[in-house]
């Protein structure tokens, strides 16, 4: 992670993460930003983490559920989110000029984040591998980054059910996620038929086309 981005984090979250203490000097907002990318970085275990940076292993738990807690309330809307109008045209563009590909609003597909096994419920966690997973179901833009997330399904749950119950698939059906106007029907970028095509996610057989 690059100083700057520490940096944009560090100010983003600040008036979620600043602390005061009656008791001892609380720990500043830089230094439970870094114990949290700490252990999201390398899974290292809290005592492990705690020697590292001077702290007990139930203050890295609390800076890793806080920092964590900020980021989804503050960051996710804003930076995690299904683009419309221009914004939209410029990840058509970008799958236009990268690969070649017309009309594409996004590449989905789903994978599985390993956990620890639950203590109730827990074989509806095993996925097809064997292991114990929740399931992550993104779309991303031509430049790798997430504009929608579903998760938290068990690993066991089939792909197309993930989908078939996310709130993009909610959209689709009442046709409000892609747009289909005369003028987005047209390949945005360079091609050499000019042929009418639907604007379109990209995915394997598990996710029909809208």
Same mark, same amino acid.
């Given at each position: ?16 993460? /600043? ?17 949290? %990318? ?25 800076? !890793? ?14 930076? !995690? ?52 997973? %929740? %399931? ?30 996310? /709130?993009?698939?909610? /959209? ?13 029907? /047209? ?12 604007? %379109? ?10």
């Amino acid at each position: 992670m690059k100083r700057a981005t520490f940096d944009f984090l560090c100010t983003k979250l600040y008036d979620k993460l /600043q602390r005061s203490s009656v008791v001892r000097e609380a720990l500043s907002v830089e230094h439970r930003v870094v114990v949290a %990318i700490y252990f999201l970085a390398s899974t290292a275990e809290y005592r492990t983490i705690g020697n590292l940076f001077g702290i007990h292993k139930s203050t890295v738990h609390s800076c !890793v559920h806080d920092v964590c807690d900020a980021i989804v309330a503050l960051l996710f809307p804003a930076f !995690v989110t299904f683009l419309k109008g221009q914004g939209l045209k410029e990840i058509i563009r970008g799958f236009q000029e990268t690969w070649n590909f017309p009309n594409c609003a996004g590449a989905i597909d789903a994978t599985h984040i390993p956990i620890i096994a639950p203590k109730e419920d827990h074989a509806d966690y095993v996925n097809r591998k064997g292991w114990y997973s %929740i %399931i992550l179901q993104a779309v991303c833009d031509h430049r790798y980054r997430f504009t929608d997330i579903c998760i938290g399904w068990p690993g066991r749950v089939h792909d197309a059910r993930v989908f078939a119950n996310s /709130q993009l698939m909610a /959209q689709a059906v009442n046709g409000n996620l892609l747009p289909s106007s005369p003028e987005w029907t /047209q390949a945005v970028g360079p091609t050499d038929d000019n042929i009418d095509m639907p604007v %379109i996610l990209i995915g394997d057989a598990e996710y029909p086309m809208f």
